[in-house]
């Protein structure tokens, strides 16, 4: 990804040192030192565990389909 300072002057660019899944990310518009801007769930070191592929495709399938809020709607 790519991190940029608030009037958008200067820009960074952001590599995760693994590969994997990302299942978090976050939404806020300002970004501290240290902050989590994506949560990467590390799979590469898994593949022999037979059936995670499956586990971990049914689980993106899953938050796929899952029902959204309408966007009007309060978020609690």
Do not use: C, W
Not at 9 to 38: C, K
Not at 47 to 63: E, P
């Amino acid at each position: 990804g790519i991190v940029a300072d608030p009037f958008g002057d200067r820009e960074t660019q952001v590599v995760s040192p693994h590969q994997g899944l990302i299942i978090a990310r976050t939404n806020l518009p300002l970004a501290n030192e240290g902050d989590a801007l994506f949560h990467v769930a590390r799979v590469g070191a898994y593949r022999s565990m037979v059936g995670q592929k499956d586990k971990l495709h049914d689980y993106q399938t899953a938050i796929d389909n899952a029902p959204h809020p309408a966007p009007d709607s309060p978020p609690f």
